[in-house]
């Protein structure tokens, strides 16, 4: 199931998405929640509701909600989110902007 977004115009899908594989895109954004699973490895700029991490990330996140990296994940990204919640164990490489500010920037559509 998909919308369009009232800011963008853009079509954003509205579902919660479970990845399991490789999964390599210009760009995922759901109004949803992603879970990435331990055999999951995400490359793109990902834009969600909110994302589950036990897998591989890289690219850039940005969480409207959260973001949760579980021990043995590994997120190589520029990550943006209000709440940011990261295991021991777990892998968090790149740039991070956590905060209440922190998703929503004029110059960006809405996922």
Do not use: W
Request: glycine residues 10%; positive net charge; proline residues 5%.
């Amino acid at each position: 199931m998909s919308v369009n977004c009232p800011r963008c115009s853009q079509r954003v899908v509205a579902e919660n998405l479970r990845i399991d594989a490789y999964l390599g895109v210009m760009r995922l954004a759901t109004v949803g929640r992603v879970e990435v699973t331990k055999r999951g490895h995400v490359s793109a700029k990902v834009r969600v509701n909110e994302i589950v991490v036990a897998g591989t990330v890289r690219g850039e996140v940005t969480a409207v909600e959260r973001i949760e990296i579980l021990e043995g994940a590994r997120v190589f990204a520029n990550v943006r989110t209000p709440r940011l919640q990261v295991e021991p164990g777990a892998v968090l490489v790149g740039r991070l902007e956590v905060g209440a500010d922190a998703p929503a920037r004029p110059s960006e559509g809405a996922p």
